[in-house]
């Protein structure tokens, strides 16, 4: 099935340092969310985005989607260790969500 | 509140025999979302209900796989003659509105076929 094309794989990153990862499509989504997941849990909900060049913010992560509708980036500031994780892009349309491969985010404290 | 939560959380069964996977959504969450992650991947969206009336199945792989929410709440993934193939963690997800992209998700099923 589809994926969407989401980038770094992977990130190895200091504590304190800032984080950016995006996320590319070839089709046009209604809804571009971020998840986060933890090793042995379910992907959880961190942002959502409803409009085309809408930037949001939750706490220390910022979202924006962008204004092609094909593609969204997420940035973590001061990252701290619980930032440690697999962290997903997810485009909305007809009421699915189509995941990216995810990134892989390792802090070292 | 209680999140989504799904049992067995591990399941391990031989080629060839019928396996059902068990998905209780957040109270008052009028949908429900099954897909399934396979290892280094994304979910893959599968099936997906508004109360009981499964609404899409597109993502099914074949009919061996079928799924059902008979009183809109509780949801069974159902996979028939299971193959090694059919290996992989299986979530489900549900959310408050229909239509709604904001969806939370269980812990999953690890699925083992050996």
């Known amino acids: 099935g589809q994926q969407l094309n989401q980038s770094p794989q992977s990130m190895f990153i200091q504590e304190g340092e800032d984080v950016s990862m995006n996320c590319t499509s070839s089709s046009i989504f209604n809804t571009w969310l971020w998840y986060k997941q933890d090793p042995g849990e379910g992907p959880v909900l961190l942002i959502a985005?409803?409009?085309?060049?809408e930037l949001t913010s939750n706490g220390r992560l910022t979202a924006q989607f962008g204004i092609t509708r094909k593609d969204s980036f997420l940035n973590i500031s001061a990252s701290i260790p619980s930032d440690v994780g697999i962290y997903f892009c997810a485009g909305g349309s007809n009421y699915k969500l189509t995941f990216g491969k995810g990134t892989l985010l390792t802090v070292n404290p | 509140g209680a999140g989504v939560s799904q049992s067995p959380r591990y399941k391990v069964t031989k080629r060839g025999q019928d396996v059902a996977l068990r998905c209780d959504p957040i109270?008052?969450?009028?949908?429900l979302y099954w897909y399934r992650q396979a290892l280094g991947q994304g979910p893959e969206f599968l099936t997906y209900?508004?109360?009981?009336?499964?609404?899409?199945k597109s993502g099914l792989p074949n009919d061996r796989f079928s799924a059902e929410r008979p009183e809109g709440s509780i949801s069974t993934l159902t996979i028939q003659r299971t193959e090694q193939r059919d290996s992989a963690m299986y979530r489900c997800a549900s959310s408050l509105y229909t239509g709604s992209y904001e969806q939370y998700f269980g812990p999953g099923t690890r699925l083992t076929v050996t």
């Open positions: 985005l409803y409009k085309a060049g």
């Open positions: 109270s008052g969450h009028v949908s």
């Open positions: 209900f508004n109360y009981e009336a499964q609404q899409d």
